[in-house]
Structures are given as structure tokens and as C-alpha cells.
């Protein structure tokens, strides 16, 4: 499973960006889906989940302002942002749970992660 991110970049305070994640492999494997998140000097943060389902959580911090969502056609996650606050500058990473093959056999867990892509938000 591979994925890309894409969409970040500088916005004002108040403003809105929509990210989105595609993937690429074995996609129709891919279970429980996300986008976390590391600002400068920080670790990084869980920001939002998606199961395959539909069902999300999310950090309290961002509660009632982002919203994420999954195509699951084509398998693509989203994270629409909105009343972006400086605080929420950081880089971008979309993370997937799905099975990996080793050539020690198959593990039904695996965190695959993207490339990131930051987000500034300016005051």
C-alpha cells in the first residue's frame, strides 16, 4: 500500500483547506484510515479516523471544524478544514491500517504512512 498526500499549503486565520490522500497497491485491503499531524518541535498528533464503515473520531481540538471522509471506490481519504487556526500549522500525514506480506507470512496489521504535506496557517 502506498499513499500520497496533497492539498496543504498557506492560508489565513478563519480560512479552509480540503487535504486528500490517495493510494495505490493493495488498496481494497485497507482497513481503519487517518491523518495526523506534526507541528515544529512537537510529536506527532492524531487528528482524525475513519473506519471502512464510515465511523470517525477525532482530537478534541479540532472537534466541530474538521470534518474527514473516505471514498471507498477508489479509496482516497479526505480531511476537509475548516476555521483553520494557527496553531493547526503542521505537516499533514494520512496513515492506513492493512495487512502486509513478509517472507514471514502475512500480518494482518500494519501502519502504511504518506509523504506528508504541510499546512501553514497564518494570523
Known amino acids: 500500500v502506498q499513499l500520497q498526500a496533497s492539498g496543504g499549503g498557506l492560508v489565513q486565520a478563519g480560512g479552509s483547506l480540503r487535504l486528500s490522500c490517495a493510494t495505490s497497491?493493495?488498496?481494497?485491503?485497507?482497513?481503519?484510515m487517518g491523518w495526523y499531524r506534526q507541528a515544529p518541535g512537537k510529536e506527532r498528533e492524531l487528528v482524525a479516523t475513519?473506519?471502512?464503515?464510515?465511523?470517525?473520531t477525532y482530537a478534541d481540538s479540532v472537534k466541530g471544524r474538521f470534518t474527514i471522509s473516505r471514498d471507498n471506490t477508489n479509496v482516497v481519504l479526505y480531511l476537509y478544514m475548516n476555521s483553520l487556526k494557527p496553531e493547526d500549522t503542521a505537516v499533514y500525514y494520512c496513515?492506513?491500517?492493512?495487512?502486509?506480506?513478509?517472507?514471514?507470512?502475512?500480518?494482518?496489521?500494519?501502519?502504511?504512512w504518506g509523504q506528508g504535506t504541510l499546512v501553514t496557517v497564518s494570523s
Open positions: 496513515n492506513a491500517d492493512a495487512p502486509q506480506t513478509t517472507r514471514w507470512g502475512t500480518f494482518p496489521h500494519h501502519a502504511y
Open positions: 497497491g493493495s488498496i481494497f485491503s485497507i482497513n481503519d
Open positions: 475513519i473506519t471502512r464503515r464510515g465511523s470517525t
